[in-house]
């Protein structure tokens, strides 16, 4: 092989899946963070109006997406002083976060720090990149090493857990002393529960700079958008710039009429407030009946996942659900650390979730 690369996670779920499916109500699927939802009309209706464009689309998006991007940070999470300019749309986020450690010009003998539970694709990027990985939370377990790369991701995929801003001010200040660029994925953002998160973008974290600083961003989860790819970074003008010199080489463009779609997704709040209100409601009721099944839920405070115990092996929990029909991923997925938790996606529909809850406080 070119690239040695762990095995793809979900595939080990075939066995569990296959038993779910056994069940006699169906499948209810908690695996994946994939939207169920319709996309909203507007959006559809965006995406269509320039479906004749027969033209190459431009890298670095039209202007109207980028300065609504730039406004929808400004309402949204009170981020200002990000300049038009420095808006990079991406072909959703997660090929930018596995290629942006190689466009970044990491590479054989550079560190990138990953937390310690973390989405898979964080280490493939620095993999990809043939970069070593370190897993931590903290920077004293970094000691004198300086790493190229550090990644934050706050609201949490797994745990759902929102760091405090003094911890990301730290993080940040540490960085910028050791030259070293700090990636913060914010891609659940506007999903904040108990606490409301706080961009690396804004004011109380950076200072007023966005040196050394990219945030990346997704449509997918707030705007229903993960089929058309749609996703953008932000931060230090100048790595933005070197990023979309790079990416015009490599045509790594977003079609014209996701654009469009983004431009109408980010243009809009109502549409993210009634998809926001969707998932509450459904973290509502799957909360409750974990928690009526003896679970614990740890973490959790924001994002589209619960992240859940019976204080036992991941994969035991993973059967013992799938035996009532109900597919989640193990904890182990996402980390070493994870080995007792199971993470339950809140992306199914209502009346799948409704069933998941049934089958949860029958078995309780």
């Not at 966005?210 to 790595?239: C, E, N, P, Q, W």
Request: aromatic letters at 6%; charged letters at 20%; glycine letters at 10%.
């Amino acid at each position: 092989m070119i690239f040695s690369l762990p095995d793809f996670p979900w595939d080990s779920l075939a066995g569990p899946a296959a038993r779910a499916r056994e069940h006699p109500g169906g499948i209810v699927d908690l695996s994946v963070g994939t939207p169920v939802d319709p996309v909203p009309d507007k959006l559809r209706a965006a995406l269509a109006s320039v479906s004749d464009r027969a033209g190459y689309p431009t890298t670095h998006g039209t202007p109207e997406l980028r300065q609504a991007a730039v406004e929808a940070l400004s309402r949204r999470y009170d981020v200002g002083g990000v300049p038009a300019d420095a808006v990079l749309p991406t072909i959703g986020s997660k090929e930018l976060v596995a290629w942006l450690p190689t466009l970044l010009g990491v590479g054989a003998g550079d560190l990138v720090v990953i937390p310690e539970l973390a989405y898979p694709t964080y280490e493939v990027g620095a993999l990809l990149a043939r970069a070593s990985v370190i897993r931590t939370d903290g920077l004293t377990a970094l000691g004198p090493q300086r790493p190229s790369i550090i990644w934050l991701n706050s609201p949490s995929n797994p745990t759902g857990r929102v760091l405090p801003v003094a911890h990301l001010r730290k993080v940040v200040a540490w960085a910028r002393e050791r030259g070293a660029i700090v990636v913060s994925d914010e891609c659940y953002l506007s999903l904040g529960w108990d606490v409301e998160p706080v961009s690396v973008l804004h004011n109380s974290v950076n200072e007023g700079s966005l040196d050394g600083i990219i945030a990346v961003h997704s449509l997918s989860k707030s705007s229903s958008l993960a089929g058309y790819r749609a996703g953008f970074i932000t931060g230090d003008s100048g790595l933005v710039a070197s990023l979309l010199e790079i990416r015009k080489h490599a045509g790594m463009i977003v079609p014209r009429p996701v654009q469009e779609a983004m431009t109408a997704a980010l243009s809009d709040d109502d549409h993210v407030n009634v998809q926001r209100s969707r998932y509450e409601a459904r973290r509502t009721v799957l909360r409750s009946a974990l928690l009526d099944a003896g679970f614990q839920i740890d973490h959790s405070e924001a994002g589209l996942y619960l992240w859940a115990t019976r204080g036992e092996d991941a994969w035991t929990t993973v059967s013992w659900l799938a035996e009532r029909g109900i597919l989640v991923a193990p904890g182990t997925f996402y980390g070493p650390t994870g080995g007792s938790h199971v993470r339950v996606a809140l992306t199914a529909t209502d009346e799948r979730v409704a069933a998941a809850a049934e089958r949860l406080r029958s078995s309780g």
